[in-house]
């Protein structure tokens, strides 16, 4: 017969490492979870070459970056980021050091000012930011439905307010050159989730018409029934946007001459869907 003897003392000594593990390791007010210090989330910005820049966050001591260029949404990122800056203007960096359990332990800004245009890329778009009467005078409205449909441009963006599956489309012309391909982009926020609706860019070979519908190849798409828009949301369309097939945003023009990019939204329930920084650009 074999007989099996326990040490106590290496039971009581595993029961007291078995409570250390479970403790956490700083006791919040409800006595549960990590609390994340305070953590510095500065940053350094370097002109690599003319548009170009090079972030890179002073610290590693924490999990994670998230960024936020030109007040475009917060999105993850890495400690080292390339950045792209075609357009002339004042650009707001911010980056958020992500710690323990996704929280947020700092946030810091940086301030980028780019003196001139990139003279390939830069937007052919007039009026993008809708941030004055001029800029908003460079869009035309295009009347899909008859009623139930409205685009409103007030706080520097333009909103889709929408119902009753009603839609309606804003358009502006861009010269094109046959064979080379354009990038459209924007970006795209709603407060408050969409509810069967469709949000589509396109660009037209001829001038919108009062009253009839516009097809074709969807360059940008937001769209619920393609699982996007259900929630709040702020960022690029390129990034909010789904359906891959339909938000590729790279148009390649068959002729020289004047199309027309034609941004239209409608649905059932469409709240306060808005877009700002409209971009229609060159690729290199």
């Not at 074999?2 to 000594?13: F, G, M």
């Not at 609390?35 to 510095?40: E, H, R």
């Not at 996704?102 to 245009?117: F, L, N, Y």
């Not at 861009?174 to 354009?182: E, I, L, T």
Request: glycine residues 12%.
């Amino acid at each position: 017969m074999i007989t099996k003897y326990i040490n106590k003392n290496l039971l009581l000594a595993s029961s007291v490492f078995f409570l250390a593990s479970c403790t956490p390791d700083s006791v919040d007010g409800d006595g549960n979870g990590i609390s994340q210090g305070a953590l510095d989330a500065s940053f350094k910005v370097t002109k690599t070459s003319e548009n170009h820049y090079l972030l890179k966050r002073n610290y590693n001591n924490y999990i994670n970056s998230s960024w936020n260029i030109d007040d475009d949404g917060y999105n993850n990122g890495k400690g080292e980021q390339n950045l792209f800056l075609p357009d002339a203007g004042t650009y707001v960096v911010q980056h958020q050091a992500v710690g323990m359990g996704g929280v947020i332990g700092g946030t810091a800004s940086e301030t980028i000012v780019v003196p001139t245009s990139d003279p390939i890329s830069g937007n052919m778009i007039q009026g993008g930011r809708f941030d004055t009467p001029d800029e908003v005078s460079k869009w035309s409205v295009h009347k899909i439905s008859a009623s139930g449909a409205q685009w409103v441009f007030a706080n520097g963006k333009a909103t889709i307010v929408a119902s009753g599956s009603s839609q309606q489309g804003i358009y502006q012309a861009v010269n094109v050159v046959a064979g080379q391909k354009y990038s459209i982009d924007m970006v795209a926020s709603s407060d408050t989730p969409l509810v069967n609706t469709w949000f589509e860019v396109y660009v037209l070979n001829t001038a919108p018409v009062t009253g009839q519908d516009v097809g074709g190849t969807v360059y940008r798409n937001i769209n619920t029934w393609d699982g996007c828009g259900t929630g709040k949301f702020k960022g690029k369309v390129s990034s909010v946007g789904c359906n891959g097939s339909k938000n590729g945003g790279i148009y390649t023009a068959t002729t020289t001459g004047t199309v027309y990019l034609e941004i239209k939204c409608g649905g059932g329930t469409v709240n306060s869907l808005s877009i700002d920084k409209v971009e229609f650009r060159r690729t290199q």
